[in-house]
């Protein structure tokens, strides 16, 4: 059951894009947070005394909270609605910080204790969770499914955009005002984003019953076609972490880049995505081959990714070197990185789009669940291959999750009747 939210007239259609609105800045301001904090890491294990041991559990800390909180923030969604699950976790993540900023920032004369740091971190990851799957469905009972694709990827860009800003802010507030000045920016910012969400109603039409179908007799949870999808977004996740966590380590350890060729790389890689979210949510939406496209996308990945273990071991072997090997690392890199971020969007709405609107807050839960987990693992077993027997093993290893993922990502979708769309059935009263 959903609650809506009526209003004294039908919302014009238009307003489906002030709800998009509202979706990219509750996940930007989210992704400022957990994205921007790690850009702070030197800053941080300076400023609370850690080791880096201690450093990396922190870092992973939100993430876990995240992992946790997904599934449950999905069902409260399909249960109350999307407008209360934002608002509320929304301020309730900025009041965490802003509890951070009073007594978990550390000063020149007091250091907190860890433990405030870790219950502040896990907290914002646990009430942060709220804002994927509540924008998802609210851009799933929005839209209809001609532009669902390209609304679930602008929503999708946020997160690149989000951690594009914390990598730049974050780093100057924290070494030139201090770590509470961090967190009360990152408060105001989910402050803002919770305003935005007022914006977000439900259709108000009789018609949006029939978009609260599920994919299954018993919900997202027992649909075994939700968790091979689920799984595929999962699996498919791990070379993305790996790069974005571990590329610019290659490029300087292995290519000897400085830092302007590594943060340039990166940073073209997170552009690349952004523009190629945008332009496969469109390009799937009117072509309807969204399972296609998604094997495409993790087949093309999974050679991209064997052609980078090449190049790891054609360095490992000392036959390139050089600036011709800065130059093959940084093109695998950027071609690997961009065509392991391009799908986003469009496994989300086809997850979404498999579960039905009235679900899709639990869907996206679990795929969210799926996405942390593997965010929390990948990292560790990267370290452990390197160390091992080298990158060209961590790389090809990517490349076998991206190829593991591709059947699970294009298994076919439901044959049963699709059910009554509530922004269709809007769009139609004009």
Known sequence: MTSSFPTSRPLPPRHRWKVLAAGVLANAAFSVAFSGIPMTAVLMRAGYRLDTATLGLVLGLMGLGIALSEVPWGLLTDRFGDRPVLLAGLASTGLALAAMAAWAAPSAA????????????????????????????????WFADGERGLAMSIRQTAVPLGGGVGALLLPVLALHVGFAAVYAFLAALCGVAALAAAWVRDPGLAEAAGAAASAGPSGPLRDPR??????????????????????????????????????????????????????????????????????????????????????????????????????????????????????HGVAYTELATRAGAGQAGTALGMANTAVFAICFLTPLAVAHLVAWHGWALAWLAAAACAWVAAPWLSSPASTRQPQPDAAAACRARR
Do not use: K, Y
């Open 110 to 141: 007091h250091v907190p204790a860890l433990r405030w740091l870790a219950v502040g971190l896990v907290a914002v990851g646990l009430l942060g969770g709220s804002v994927n799957g509540a924008s998802g469905r609210a851009v799933m009972r």
């Open 226 to 343: 939700i968790w091979r999808i689920v799984a595929g977004i999962g699996v498919l996740c791990a070379p993305q972490f790996a790069l974005l966590s571990f590329g610019t380590v290659f490029l300087h350890d292995v290519g000897h880049a400085g830092l302007s060729a590594t943060t340039a790389t990166m940073v073209l890689v997170q552009a690349g995505a952004m523009g190629m979210r945008v332009w496969s949510g469109r390009w799937t939406d009117r072509r309807r081959n969204r399972p296609a496209f998604l094997l495409a996308c993790a087949r093309a990945s999974a050679l991209l990714f064997t052609l980078l273990a090449g190049v790891a071991l054609l360095a490992e072997l000392d036959i390139l070197a050089g600036a011709a090997l800065r130059v093959a690392m940084i093109a695998a890199l950027l071609a690997g990185g961009v065509c392991v971020s391009a799908w």
